[in-house]
Each structure stands twice: as structure tokens, then as C-alpha cells.
């Protein structure tokens, strides 16, 4: 159980399009999504609290207007990279806090490479 | 603001012991998760500690002082399959403000 799933795996686009990513609990309900993003060598860095019902929280510096967060129902939350530029090439990965072995676990989904051209 | 240590790099031989250390600074602090990732995939859990002591799960086991902001994830019997990037993180705020802080990560080499 508590299998999250993020689509697309891999995505590449041009400089100064959109590009939308979803994250889907598959056997559970999440109320709660978290966005990472994942530079090369480098850890996890939160982006922002995904919330079912009510508007995204945003970490210091991660512009909200640029990374749109929607959690439309309680298995769907999706981020949309407006205007991507180069530098927003990175892994992005969603989790949500499930039933695991320990309380506050998180499941990750696969996670979706993004390549701005 | 949170901050998580964790050494950059660990090379060990295949069968050996291997301890990563963790030294975390963060406000309401919950617990000490550790994850494995391997390269271009998403982590994997593999332990959490809330309360003082080591943990034990087969091969891997963790270790949290509360006290003094310091866990360890200690890997016995070493496979290659082993090779990858440990992630240690803590759990801090309640409800709505519940996150996951993560350290820059270990990567740990297994040489044969």
C-alpha cells in the first residue's frame, strides 16, 4: 500500500513554455502533497506544501507564481513550471505522509526529470 | 531555519561496516528518518527513530540522540547492490506545518 505515481517520468520543452507534472495517490488518501526539487549531487529541497482544498504553501525564495500547485482532489495534486527556463532543469519529486512503518513516512513518487531546452 | 549534516562521500569493500553520521539542528523536531536513493530514482525508506537508541532492521541499523542532534545509519554486511545515496532527514512541526528536511545526502561507494 501507500503507492504514490507521478507523471511524466521524463519531460523535455523549449524555453518559456509550461510544463504540468502529476502526482497521484494510488491506494490512499492524501491531504497533503509535497513538492521537492532535486539539482544534480545535490538533496532534496522542499518547494512547497501541497494542500487539498486550499492554497499551496511556499518555501523561502520558491516564486509562486512561477511553480503553480493545484491539489484538486485528495489523490491528485500537479505543479505547473511556467515559462521554464534552463535553469529550472532539475528532478522534481511529489510525496505524500502515509500508513507506512513509521508515523510522518513519506511516499515518493518516481519522480519526473525535467529538461528545459 | 533547519540545518541537516551528513558527510559527502563513504567508500567502503564489499562485506565490511559502514556508519554515516548525521548531525541535525532544527525547531520542533519530531523524529529521524533515513532513506536510500539510488541515482535518478526516487528514495526508498529505510528507517525512522523518534526515541533515543538504536534501531535494528536486518542489516541496516539507526541510532538517535535527541540530546546531542545526532543520528547514524550503520550498514553491516556490505553488497554492492548497497552502492547508492543515503539521505537522512528530520520530521519537524505538527499538522498543517508538518515537513521533511532532508541532508545533502552520503554516497556511499561498495568496492568489490
Not at chain 1, 511524466?8 to 488518501?29: A, H, M, N, Y
Request: with cysteine.
Amino acid at each position: 500500500g501507500a503507492v504514490v505515481s507521478q507523471h511524466p517520468s521524463w519531460v523535455i520543452c523549449k524555453s518559456g513554455t509550461s510544463v504540468k507534472i502529476e502526482c497521484r495517490s494510488l491506494d490512499f488518501q492524501a491531504t497533503t502533497m509535497f513538492w521537492y526539487r532535486q539539482f544534480p549531487k545535490q538533496s532534496l529541497m522542499l518547494m512547497a506544501t501541497s494542500n487539498e482544498g486550499s492554497k499551496a504553501t511556499y518555501e523561502q525564495g520558491v516564486e509562486k507564481d512561477k511553480f503553480l500547485i493545484n491539489h484538486a482532489s485528495l489523490t491528485l495534486s500537479t505543479l505547473t513550471v511556467t515559462s521554464a527556463h534552463p535553469e529550472d532543469s532539475s528532478f522534481y519529486i511529489c510525496s505524500a505522509p502515509g500508513q507506512g512503518a513509521a508515523t510522518g513516512e513519506l511516499f515518493f513518487g518516481e519522480g519526473s526529470r525535467l529538461t528545459v531546452l | 531555519g533547519q540545518n541537516i549534516d551528513q558527510p559527502t562521500e563513504m567508500t567502503a569493500t564489499e562485506g565490511a561496516i559502514v556508519q554515516i553520521n548525521c548531525t541535525y539542528q532544527t525547531s520542533g523536531f519530531n523524529g529521524l528518518f533515513w532513506y536510500q536513493q539510488h541515482a535518478g530514482e526516487a528514495p526508498t525508506f529505510l528507517s525512522y527513530n523518534v526515541l533515543d537508541g538504536l534501531e535494528e532492521k536486518g542489516r541496516f541499523s539507526s541510532f538517535l540522540s535527541r540530546s546531542k542532534g545526532y543520528s547514524y545509519l550503520l550498514l553491516k554486511e556490505l553488497q554492492m547492490k548497497d552502492s547508492a545515496s543515503y539521505l537522512c532527514a528530520a520530521s519537524h512541526g505538527w499538522g498543517n506545518d508538518y515537513k521533511l528536511s532532508f541532508g545533502a545526502g552520503t554516497t556511499v561507494t561498495v568496492r568489490a
